[in-house]
């Protein structure tokens, strides 16, 4: 079992920054591949970005590529999303979520951080 607990969130103006992080515990979190995911209202969830357990592999969605950079630090069991260039329409839950290698969907989630970008 691995518990993530997401914070950073906050309300900023369009063009700002926020950085999230998520700490995990519970297993071996070099285990894990780690990814964000957001939730706008009346949305479903969307992908934002993965990082394999090095850090070596990411990946981002077209929505944020160029304006989000996802890193971990293992030894801090700990995986970041700075976000820069903020828009209106990055308004969500951010959610962190972790899977093994193996497995085919993100197994464990946080319970989520609210971001809010003002126009």
């Known amino acids: 079992q691995v518990q993530l607990v997401e914070s950073g969130g906050g309300v900023v103006q369009a063009g700002g920054s926020l950085r999230l992080s998520c700490a995990a515990s519970g297993r071996t979190f070099s285990n894990y591949r780690m990814a964000w995911f957001r939730q706008a209202p009346g949305k479903e969830r969307e992908f934002v970005s993965g990082i394999n357990w090095s850090g070596g592999s990411t990946s981002y969605a077209d929505s944020v590529k160029g304006r989000f950079t996802i890193s971990r630090q293992n030894a801090e069991n700990t995986v970041y999303l700075q976000m820069n260039s903020l828009k209106p329409e990055d308004t969500a839950v951010y959610y962190c979520?972790?899977?093994?290698?193996?497995?085919?969907?993100?197994?464990?989630w946080g319970q989520g951080t609210q971001v809010t970008v003002s126009s």
């Open positions: 979520a972790a899977k093994r290698v193996t497995s085919v969907k993100y197994e464990y």
